[in-house]
């Protein structure tokens, strides 16, 4: 059975060679359109039964805002997507917008025109298994990690991010020393270090800087406890031991 079609695709080569295949199948297709920025108002205008949206891209932001807008004012219209491998993420988008289908570049003529059908139908025109991936994508998204967060851990090196972990749980210089069994001196300097990285002034502006920016929970791991030192004893030093002030001259 004939569909009355657009072919919208910001490759004209494609959008012609595809609209070209269809007439032959039979298929009344209304224009082959390029670039896809104007889809939109052409589609909207044309009113065809069924639009085939090409795109490079189904994971970019506001690539399927064509789709809104057609849904949005002839939602009789159904819109299938060509794009390339897809991700989980490209194929809820596209059916969040509004869209009926997806379907590879990649793929036969064949498929191509039973998607056709199936979505003047009123039917998911998409493979079940990427289909079930898509929802799953879109009912549970990924959280995005948080880009300040990967730089600022960047800057530090691991002794320095145990250090921010400790300041942040409330740990004092000596507490710091303690736990990481350096010198005092040491630990405060360390302190020094990550203040000036963070481009912070105190210790609670670096713990409220990494909770933000989710630079703790990116570093977040176990940290060795140590006991409180003996009466006696010299923060970081183990008992019957020598503390080991090379740590404190290597800048550790």
């Known amino acids: 059975m004939s569909v009355r079609l657009m072919v919208v695709d910001d490759h004209r080569l494609l ?3 595809l609209a070209s295949a269809l007439k032959l199948r039979g298929h009344r297709v209304l224009a082959a359109a390029a670039p896809s920025a104007g889809a939109a108002d052409l589609v ?8 085939l949206l090409g795109t490079a891209m189904p994971a970019e932001p506001g690539v399927f805002d064509p789709v809104v807008r057609i849904k949005r004012e002839k939602p009789q219209i159904a819109v299938v997507v060509l794009g390339p491998v897809p991700s989980p993420r490209g194929i809820a988008s596209a059916f969040a917008a509004g869209a009926s289908g997806y379907v590879r570049h990649d793929e036969r003529i064949e498929g191509v025109e039973r998607a056709m059908m ?7 025109a998409v493979a079940p ?7 799953a994508e879109l009912l549970n998204p990924a959280a995005e990690p948080d880009d300040e967060g990967a730089r ?5 090196t691991p002794r320095e991010v145990e250090v921010l972990v400790r300041v942040a749980e409330g740990e ?8 990481m069994g350096i010198a005092p001196s040491t630990a405060r300097t360390h302190v020094q270090r990550v203040l000036m990285k963070l481009g912070v002034g105190s210790r609670l502006e670096a713990a409220a ?16 406890r140590v006991p409180a030192p003996a009466p006696g004893q010299t923060p970081g030093q183990a008992p019957g031991q020598a503390q080991d002030e090379a740590a404190s001259s290597s800048g550790e």
């Open 44 to 51: 909207v205008s044309r009113a065809p039964e069924v639009c």
């Open 209 to 224: 800087l990494a909770a933000r920016t989710g630079l703790l929970d990116r570093a977040a791991r176990p940290v060795n």
């Open 15 to 17: 959008a012609e060679a």
């Open 129 to 135: 298994q990427l289909l079930q991936d898509s929802f």
């Open 152 to 156: 600022l851990l960047q800057l530090l």
């Open 118 to 124: 199936k979505a003047r139908a009123g039917e998911a």
């Open 172 to 179: 004092d210089t000596r507490l710091i020393a303690v736990g």
